[in-house]
């Protein structure tokens, strides 16, 4: 599939679509940087990051939960914040013993159990806040505005 695809010339392609998003990427980064800079917005942060903060992951893995925001990636699926947690907990479990991490692992499940309580048993981020956001800023205002503070403590308390 691989030899067809660069015989078809799909990577022409590629890189023709590639180029379309150059000059708004380009407008997009010139405007950032003409923008008087007391009028620049809030910093952006997730839910999920937040937590992942709070928990004490690096940097990096605060970076790789922030997509689980907004219930994974803003959809108002399941709560980002839990998938985060649970993550973390997994990772934590590993490094100190190893190996595989069971299924119903007790470090994992008590991560489950408080979430249950505080989110009062719903697992979608639309079901929690009653509403999906719009965008990354709207989500970022929920939760600096205290949104899901609740939730959050309950996960950060492990």
Request: proline fraction near 3%.
């Amino acid at each position: 599939m691989a030899t067809y695809f660069l015989l078809k010339g799909g990577t022409i392609g590629c890189f023709r679509r590639a180029a379309r998003y150059a000059p708004a990427a380009f407008r997009a980064i010139e405007s950032a940087f003409s923008a008087d800079a007391a009028a620049s917005p809030p910093p952006v942060v997730s839910c999920a990051a937040f937590l992942a903060e709070r928990m004490g992951a690096s940097d990096l893995h605060q970076t790789m939960v922030s997509g689980l925001a907004g219930g994974i990636g803003l959809s108002g699926g399941g709560c980002g914040a839990l998938g985060a947690a649970i993550w973390l907990a997994g990772m934590d479990v590993l490094r100190q013993h190893g190996g595989k991490l069971a299924f119903k692992d007790p470090k994992t499940t008590e991560v489950l159990e408080r979430y249950l309580k505080a989110a009062e048993y719903r697992f979608e981020c639309s079901e929690i806040v009653g509403r999906n956001f719009h965008d990354v800023g709207d989500h970022a205002a929920w939760v600096r505005g205290g949104g899901c503070a609740r939730i959050l403590d309950a996960l950060a308390a492990g």
